[in-house]
């Protein structure tokens, strides 16, 4: 092997080394902040509320409420959670003269994945009963069914305990499309 050949050879070894230092640096850099994140996904348990716009199709009868979202959960780790949700309309839908309201009640698995620290992203499955009242002319009937729904969304951790959420949720009802938008604060304990 001649001199040039030999620096060559080298110059080609030390190269390999940077990159393969280079990529260790990266990969403990990224475990790192992965371990830090300081976002309200802490083991335990967390509870808020929200305003939620929810929306029911059923064939060419739509109702649109407002309601207010009580949730409640537990944190099993960084990436799981089980949580509850009951919504109750705040404001209901008028439709030919009778007030309709939309009540929901839903269990849900949840999966989050951070971001960035105070960021994380989730998508939830579970299932919803959805009650539809309707009152008018001093009379009052309700229908109530249980479905499949999912759904997106983020949390922001403005401390170390509270963050802020949205979550769109959507399912099928027995038929009925649902749509679901919330934006709300959630505290851990």
Sequence with gaps: MTILERQE????????????????????????????????????????????????????????????????????????????????????DEISGVDVGLTSLGVFGKASFPLSPEFSAHGRIGFVNLEVEASGGGETVSDDETGIAFGVGGEYAITSTAAIRADATFGDIDGVDLTALSLGAVFSF
Excluded: H, W
Aim: proline fraction near 1%; include cysteine; charge should be negative.
């Design 9 to 92: 050879y080298q110059v080609l070894i030390r190269n390999k080394i940077e990159v393969f230092q280079m990529k260790n640096v990266f990969l403990v850099s990224a475990v790192a902040v992965c371990a830090s994140v300081t976002s309200v996904a802490a083991e335990g348990f967390y509870a808020g509320g929200a305003v939620t716009s929810m929306q029911a199709e059923d064939g060419g009868l739509e109702i649109e409420t407002t309601n207010l979202t009580a949730i409640a959960g537990y944190q099993v780790n960084q990436t799981f959670a089980v949580e509850g949700e009951f919504s109750f309309p705040v404001q209901e």
